[in-house]
């Protein structure tokens, strides 16, 4: 099951055997995933196959009912949420919020290199209420960054986004500077991106159904089944093809 | 004049000392979304006074006492069904009852129930200044500790412990913080208007800041304005300072919504009155 990980590649978090249940309601069971230093890792799932559940085993929200989640070396965890809202009673400026992230971990052109790359400079005195959902969500990746994590997760990053939008956040996190490596775990609905990299995926529903490359994926009788009827065999040829995103 | 300010002048002080803790204090509470939980305390350091004087102990201790059965009371009753600001209404009603029921039946403080309720700060004196500063410089720098944390934990609660924050620990932390400003403000304000000092500055100050920080700023002024008018307004009127000082918060509080709405609502006005059409 190992089997796609890099020999020389060092290990950064390792679940072992995860399962969590609620009650008699099993929502994940036997877990094995193994994420290495700096590998991006996308996780597909239909709803309710529990991908908010392993994300929360690993952020450590809460704990497995059996099983290990190990990680080898000190996490530092960013984490961009599925749904982010501020209570309207707490005034926020973009400002305030990105101040919430450690500070001293970047330098301070660092720091500028992001809110350029991010466009965030006109958005520090708007108040986070006032927010896009574009906005927001390059305010919070920015958050997540500015902690310099070793693994960033980012939940369902592009829910209520237009597909320029989204297209541009994927490239970006795509092509994190050096400063900024890390390992990224990727929870998304959208296998245009999923199955257009190299990128392992995770195909979760309420187990691993399936893991490996998108190439050794999309002929997976389980993948198949999960999926068969989103993506059919033409992506796999025409990794560029944009009709998925038509509106319909 | 200097005649009164002679009289007041421990009072005022008293209460501008309180304010300092109070409005950072409120701000915290409406993020947090204690307010509830904020006036159940209040009502229960009524009990908390009964007991004290019932069993002869010092006040303080009463009130630790009770703040500690309304935590351990809301853990009891944390239930799905029951939804949380109805069962702390519950709490409010059930502590007051239980206290003015001590107070009147068990003790011989009959007279001063009003006192306790409303609060009288014009009993002070010099000699109890510095107990007050004493007891809020240790409520401020304990608020100045777990700020950081407070604040992450208003925005997101799940990025905050991503961080490392213990949410139960900062909630309780606050807790005990909250309980211990009742115990100093039954003085001031009153049992039942406890939570009125607290949330009115932060309310008002909500409609005019955009960070935080301003909050607590505008807050800070709102309450000393606040202080100040009704303690000199309970004079003139000859009624409780907290009252007083109560009415005042409110006042000030509509006065700066009605502003707010007026100033925001100003464009749909322009729309309709526009000498264009």
Known sequence: MRGHLMNNTSKLLNLSNVSYYIGQQRLLSNINIDIAVNETVSVIGPNGAGKSTLVKLILGLIVPTSGQVTPSEPLQIGYVPQLFSVPPILPLRVSDLLSQARKKRLTAEQRQFIFDKLSLTHLLSRQMLHLSGGETQRVLLARALLDKPNLLILDEPMQGLDPETEVWLYQFIDELPEFLRCAMLVVSHDLHWVMKGSRRVICLNKHICCEGQPSELAISSEFQKLFGHHYEQPYVHQPHACEHHAPS | MSAWLAIIAPAWIAGSILALLSAPLGCLVLWRRMA????????????????????????????????????????????????????????????????????????????????????????????????????????????????????????????????????????????????????????????????????????????????????????????????????WGSIWLDIQTGLSIVLVLASLFFTALIISKLTTSKSILAKFWSPRR
């Open chain 2, 36 to 231: 509830f939980f904020a006036d159940a305390l209040a009502h229960g350091t009524l009990l908390g006074v009964a007991l004290a004087v019932w069993w002869q102990m010092p006040m303080g201790i009463g009130i630790a006492l009770v703040s500690v059965m309304v935590v351990l009371g809301l853990v009891f009753m944390d239930d799905e069904r029951l939804p949380a600001d109805a069962v702390l209404a519950v709490v409010a009603v059930s502590l007051l009852c239980l206290g003015l029921l001590t107070l009147t039946q068990l003790t011989d403080q009959q007279a001063n129930v009003l006192g306790f309720l409303f609060g009288n700060l014009l009993e002070l004196d010099w000699a109890d200044l510095p107990l007050i500063a004493g007891s809020v410089l240790v409520g401020l720098a304990l608020l100045i500790y777990i700020w950081p944390a407070q604040i992450k934990l208003a925005t997101h609660e799940a990025l905050a412990r991503i961080q490392g924050i213990n949410p139960t620990r900062q909630r309780l932390f606050f807790m005990g913080v909250l309980a211990g400003f009742c115990a100093i403000a039954l003085q001031a304000v009153g049992s039942l208007l406890i939570s009125g000092l607290l949330v009115l500055p932060a309310l008002t100050a909500r409609l005019w800041s955009a960070s935080p920080k301003q909050m607590v700023i505008i807050a800070l002024f709102t309450a000393q304005l606040g202080v100040t008018l009704g303690v």
